[in-house]
């Protein structure tokens, strides 16, 4: 149940994302909803890490980009394996793991989008020029929307693992 649960959960993000958070723009950057709410789901520690979620959360967002589906699975695979990786070295993950992950995470997806763009299609925009207008702004909007992100999907998980034990 839970499982399919987060199927939904990563299907709605990638229509929020499509439908309303492509519209908000901070010069060229746009918010990854898909990126906050798979890290939010790796960083919990009882929800069930796996790679199938960055795979699954990669094709749906490649096939609704004109990038290529790869990338995306690249991206949220590195933001994926970073994310099991703190949370297997950490004794309890915080938030400021999942903001690391999330900086990270960001980092890693313009990047390769970025890479694509300058060296396979041959986009004449600079590494400056792309890291001011695109990646820096992107940034910003994914730090300022992983608080209301991260809580949505703290409380999703308490709700589909209420197993965990209560802190007093």
Request: net charge neutral; charged share 10%; aromatic share 14%.
């Amino acid at each position: 149940m839970a499982s399919l649960s987060g199927l939904v959960v990563l299907a709605l993000a990638t229509a929020l994302q499509s439908a309303v958070f492509s519209r908000i723009h901070l010069l060229q950057g746009a918010a990854d909803v898909v990126l906050l709410t798979l890290a939010a789901w790796y960083m919990h520690e009882d929800a069930p890490a796996s790679w199938v979620w960055a795979v699954l959360a990669g094709l749906m967002v490649g096939t609704l980009s004109a990038l290529p589906w790869w990338l995306f699975v690249a991206g949220y695979g590195v933001v994926g394996g970073f994310a099991m990786l703190l949370r297997r070295k950490l004794w309890q993950p915080s938030f400021f793991a999942f903001f690391t992950v999330v900086l990270l995470g960001t980092l890693a997806t313009q990047g390769l989008s970025w890479g694509y763009l300058r060296f396979v299609v041959r986009s004449p925009l600079p590494l400056g020029e792309a890291l001011n207008r695109v990646v820096f702004p992107s940034l910003l909007l994914n730090l300022l929307f992983a608080l209301p992100v991260y809580s949505l999907m703290d409380e999703w998980a308490a709700w589909f693992f209420p197993n965990r034990e209560v802190e007093r």
